[in-house]
Nanobody
Framework: QVQLVESGGGLVQAGGSLRLSCAAS????????MGWFRQAPGKQRESVAS???????NYADSVKGRFTISRDNAKNTVYLQMNSLNPDDTAVYYC????????????WGQGTQVTVSS
C-alpha cells in the first residue's frame, strides 16, 4: 500500500513562505505525475501544481510565479515551495500520485493545514 505523508504546513502571516513536503513510501519515479491540491472551507478541491516523472511542471494560474513544485527522486519526496502567501491560500493541502498512463490520481495523502493570516 502506497502512503503519502505531507508535512510543513502551519500558520504564517501574509507575505510569508512555507515549504510543504510529501514523502512517499515507494519509489516516486514510478509515478507518472505527482501533484499538490488544496481545499479551502466550503470550496471544492483544486489542483495547485503538478510535476511529471520527467520534470515537466504545471501550475494553477492563482499560484504561478509564487509557488514552485519540485521532486527529489532519491528521497522519494515532492516539495511545494510557497512564497508571497496571502489569505486566499488558506486551505488543507494534499499530495497525490498518479500512475503512468493513468487518467486520475491513484494515491492521496491525508493533508496538511496551511493558514495565512492577514
Amino acid at each position: 500500500q502506497v502512503q503519502l505523508v505531507e508535512s510543513g504546513g502551519g500558520l504564517v502571516q501574509a507575505g510569508g513562505s512555507l515549504r510543504l513536503s510529501c514523502a512517499a513510501s515507494t519509489d516516486i519515479f514510478g509515478f507518472g505525475v505527482m501533484g499538490w491540491f488544496r481545499q479551502a472551507p466550503g470550496k471544492q478541491r483544486e489542483s495547485v501544481a503538478s510535476i511529471s516523472r520527467l520534470g515537466t511542471t504545471n501550475y494553477a494560474d492563482s499560484v504561478k510565479g509564487r509557488f514552485t513544485i519540485s521532486r527529489d527522486n532519491a528521497k522519494n519526496t515532492v516539495y511545494l515551495q510557497m512564497n508571497s502567501l496571502n489569505p486566499d491560500d488558506t486551505a488543507v493541502y494534499y499530495c497525490a500520485a498518479k500512475k503512468v498512463a493513468a487518467t486520475m490520481y491513484d494515491y492521496w495523502g491525508q493533508g496538511t493545514q496551511v493558514t495565512v493570516s492577514s
